[in-house]
């Protein structure tokens, strides 16, 4: 028999973890990207008023909370993440009521909403800082403001590079420098100062009072700095973020800060929660930020990072989960977000590219914990490799030795509908330009086709709410038929690793098992029990099974 994505049609269900509490456990949450989703004044920039338009498709979807990219006030240096007024939006993505009626509206379709918070360093153009270059008294304390070396000051105080390119120090015209680990137009904050946690805890209560659900913390890791700010003592420092210890990164310090807004977020009805973007040398120490008095989730940058290659995935697999069980936290997974290539591209691109990223998604929303989706990712998106130079935005695109600085090509606006662009992205054009043949790619063009991804991801998260094995990672072990072969006791989330074929992994969960294989030739194996879903269709006779390459099939029993 062949089986395809669209074999099962289930009622959609309330998510596994929130009957058990914490919905967060085992919640999927689409990213979005305010400027690239929806145009909603026909300016060709996504706002707050077009995301509040398209919010009827992440409901169908089936995903339980969306988290939107900053739509603060900012001169827009790098994409919103400079902040100059964090209780405001920008009229770049409308007003405080565009904002406010987001939230009402999401809530009106079961949809949670994440925003945003940016504590690592604020715009150039926040007055705390303008204060600090006017030379008001106590303003520079703020930020980290220090004499140069050299004998006339006329070098940096440390090594410290930015993780744009260049080093991490601008020199102002006193002579005296600032830190900006990221772009010059944003000065990072000292976090021993009384006022800025202070101030943070005051914007937090602010958007938490307009009912918002959570906060994704920009940074997290990087808000506090090692005592003296010492020397790295060698180059190319961004490439050693997430493999090695830094002195501005994942100092134990931010932990406190964290506990702080722990309690702050906990008095507050709803379940509201703290989403850490940390970057940590281990899954050890990325696990010490979902402590049970610290955030609630931590993305999982491991996973995202990891090759095409079944050993490195279970190995990453085994050590988030062993990192995440042993503090009691829901582990995440995510394969792409705005400040990388599109997984489509990573894993080859073209067919097997597309083949790769099909698979990839059906094994991160098999695994127990919460999963992340970026923008596009559903429609099968690929990165676009070929912008033009002067269209391009990304601050690290004008700097060198920093990161690639083509993060624009993921962050082209999404095709919603039509065959010419903008492909009903909004009324008029788009602030980067959208390729030739998206319009297959559309909303529009992939509903309703069995075949297509955006159909594949809607099957999976409405079978991912229906089966109980599904999901809560608390779901306990029934390793089911599959299990004659076993040699894995079973994670407390009741995952178990069964033996299979070189190239294949092949995992079950309560009435449930998962099959990927990643070889670029089919594998027969014996049926782990009854395809329900799969990224390519599958044969099988009940008995044996022929799994195509590059693909993942879902099982129950």
Not at 187 to 205: G, K, M, N, T, Y
Not at 275 to 286: G, I, K, N
Not at 300 to 316: E, G, I, K, S, Y
Request: net charge negative.
């Amino acid at each position: 028999m062949t089986h395809d994505s669209t074999a099962v049609q289930l009622a959609r269900s309330s998510s596994n973890a929130t009957a058990s509490g914490g919905w967060w456990r085992d919640a999927v949450i689409y990213q979005v990207y305010v400027r690239s989703f929806a145009d909603g004044d026909g300016d060709g920039i996504g706002d707050l008023r077009g995301a509040r338009s398209r919010l009827p498709h992440l409901a169908r979807l089936g995903v339980d909370a969306v988290w939107l990219t900053p739509f603060y006030v900012s001169p827009q240096a790098d994409g919103g993440y400079d902040v100059a007024d964090y209780r405001a939006v920008d009229p770049l993505f409308g007003d405080l009521s565009d904002a406010d009626e987001l939230v009402r509206a999401a809530h009106a379709l079961g949809l949670r909403v994440i925003v945003d918070v940016v504590p690592n360093h604020t715009s150039e153009q926040h007055p705390w800082f303008r204060a600090a270059l006017a030379g008001e008294p106590g303003a520079r304390e703020r930020y980290h403001f220090r004499p140069g070396r050299g004998a006339r000051g006329e070098l940096p105080p440390n090594d410290w590079e930015s993780i744009f390119g260049g080093p991490a120090w601008t020199r102002v015209a006193d002579g005296d420098w600032y830190l900006h680990l990221f772009a010059p137009e944003q000065p990072d904050l000292d976090w021993d100062h009384p006022e800025v946690a202070a101030e943070f805890a005051s914007v937090l209560r602010f958007w938490l009072d307009l009912g918002i659900d959570g906060f994704r913390i920009d940074v997290a890791h990087g808000m506090v700095k090692a005592p003296g700010l010492p020397d790295i003592g060698r180059g190319a420092q961004a490439t050693l973020i997430g493999t090695e210890p830094l002195p501005f990164f994942d100092q134990d310090g931010v932990h406190e800060i964290h506990r702080s807004w722990r309690r702050l977020l906990d008095s507050y009805a709803g379940e509201r929660i703290g989403v850490a973007e940390a970057w940590a040398p281990t899954s050890e120490r990325l696990a010490l930020y979902v402590r049970p008095d610290e955030l609630h989730q931590a993305f999982n940058f491991r996973f995202l990072n990891c090759p095409w290659d079944p050993a490195a995935m279970r190995t990453v697999i085994d050590e988030s989960l062993a990192a995440t069980t042993a503090v009691g936290a829901p582990t995440t997974w995510v394969l792409s977000n705005h400040d990388v290539v599109r997984h489509v591209t990573r894993y080859g691109g073209g067919a097997r590219g597309l083949a790769r990223a099909r698979a990839s998604a059906l094994l991160m929303l098999a695994l127990p914990g919460s999963a992340y989706v970026y923008q596009g990712e559903e429609l099968g998106l690929p990165e676009v490799v070929d912008l033009p130079d002067e269209v391009r935005q990304d601050p690290a695109f004008l700097r060198t030795a920093g990161q690639d600085g083509l993060r624009d090509g993921c962050r082209v606006p999404l095709p919603w509908s039509g065959t010419e662009p903008p492909y009903g992205f909004g009324p008029a054009g788009s602030w980067l330009p959208q390729p030739a043949g998206w319009g297959g790619l559309s909303v529009a063009a992939q509903t309703g086709d069995p075949h297509s991804t955006l159909e594949l991801y809607r099957a999976a998260l409405e079978l991912r709410r229906a089966m109980p094995g599904l999901g809560a990672p608390e779901a306990g072990a029934d390793p089911g038929p599959a299990a004659e072969a076993a040699s894995e006791e079973a994670y407390p989330c009741g995952m178990r690793w069964q033996s299979a074929p070189e190239g294949v992994l092949l995992f079950t969960r309560p009435g449930f098992a998962c099959t990927l294989n990643s070889r670029s030739e089919p594998v027969e194996l014996p049926a782990p029990g009854r395809p329900v879903l799969s990224s390519a269709p599958v044969e099988t006779d009940g008995r044996t099974v022929r799994l195509p390459p590059d693909s993942c099939t879902w099982w129950s029993w």
